[in-house]
């Protein structure tokens, strides 16, 4: 797989893209060293220089990224359990490799974007990205999960609801240990 057409396809053609994909092993290790690692790199790496550019800490910029980046692969997984798991209720198919493949082809646009934390204050723009990033996963809901189409919305939003509470959860841990290494 060509990352950079791989994203392009993801962006532009998503329907097709989806087809595509479907085909495809779901390799776990596969996916998060040649995409994921790549792509989670993007807003790391940026947002570390977006902070050292406008002013902060060299070091609390370096373990932002290191945080954000390996916090990524975690967020990842555990989506990919919950769209799994959440599949029967909505009439989907369980498949754990489709359901990484569908977390991990959806969140393109938002490490695209990651470069917009190259101006920090643009980083708030990312929220686009990550509306568009909910579009394609309801896109790949059905040719992946198998789900009927009148349910996909509501799966959809499901794990979304879910993902926003282990984002919260963990945005609370990695807090408390900052808050106690400070």
């Known amino acids: 797989m060509n990352v950079v057409e791989r994203v392009k396809a993801i962006l532009v053609t ?3 893209e989806w087809r595509a994909i479907e085909t495809e092993p779901g390799d776990p290790a596969y996916l998060f060293t040649n995409y994921v690692a790549i792509l989670a790199a993007i807003p790391a790496v940026c947002g570390f220089i977006g902070v050292i550019i406008f002013g902060g800490s ?5 373990v932002s990224a290191v ?6 692969f975690v967020i990842v997984y555990v989506v990919a359990l919950i769209a799994d798991a959440l599949a029967p209720p909505f009439g989907a198919r369980k498949s754990p490799p489709n359901a990484l493949k569908l977390v991990v082809y959806s969140a393109t646009p938002v490490w695209v974007a990651g470069v917009l934390s190259l101006v920090p204050p643009l980083a708030i723009l990312g929220l686009l990205a990550a509306l568009y990033g909910l579009y ?3 896109l790949g809901v059905p040719t992946l999960m198998k789900a009927p189409d009148e349910k996909s919305v509501l799966y959809t939003a499901a794990v979304v609801v879910c993902a926003i509470v282990v984002l919260i959860v963990l945005g609370l841990i990695v807090g408390m240990v900052f808050h106690a290494i400070a």
């Open 67 to 72: 945080v954000y980046y390996v916090l990524t």
């Open 14 to 16: 998503p329907k097709t």
């Open 136 to 138: 394609l996963f309801w």
């Open 58 to 62: 060299v070091l609390g910029g370096l």
